[in-house]
């Protein structure tokens, strides 16, 4: 592939009782002639931010993606049966960082029924990729046995995962 994404990918990063994503640099649209030194500053970063310079370094084939978000497989702010689905436009970090209008989903598990809340021309899902995504978060939930906060990039219509964590926000001791 033409590019990548150097990801950090330090244990204390993501774990079941915090979340720390964005502590530790990740760089995306590198090219191959500066992998060696994208991998070097992800590295420098867990040093300066209290990490092992020993941890995982994620490199990844760069999706330019059409659309992207963030799906938690329980809505963070505890609603246990209910999965949220955001998305936006371009690159998922435009989407975490809040720099783009998103269309947000509230999909009821035990229905099958969803509302969403579109900001200006924000993208919508189709069917098919609203049912996908929330089989994918299915899938990730059962592997990990845990509420998972996944992102995911669409590229013409495929769907990809970038990256699952533990929901860290939900303070149920049962999840």
Sequence with gaps: WEFSAVR????????????CAGLFDSFLNVSKNELKEKVELVRESYLKNGG??????????????????????????????????????????NVVDNKIN????????????YDFEQIDNSPLLTENQIKELI??????????????????AIKDGEIFVLQARPITTIKDKNI
Excluded: H, R, W
Aim: aromatic letters at 8%; a negative charge; proline letters at 2%.
């Design 8 to 19: 950090s990918s330090a244990d204390i990063e993501d774990n079941s009782n915090s979340s």
């Design 52 to 93: 092992n310079v020993n941890s995982p370094v994620i490199i990844q084939e760069m999706i330019n993606a059409d659309m992207s978000g963030v799906l938690f497989t329980a809505n963070p702010m505890g609603i246990l049966n209910e999965t949220v689905i955001v998305v936006g436009k371009g690159l998922g970090c």
């Design 102 to 113: 998103t269309t947000t989903y509230y999909y009821n598990i035990d229905d099958d029924l």
């Design 135 to 152: 089989d994918i978060g299915k899938k990730i939930e059962g592997i990990f046995d845990k509420k998972m906060d996944i992102e995911y």
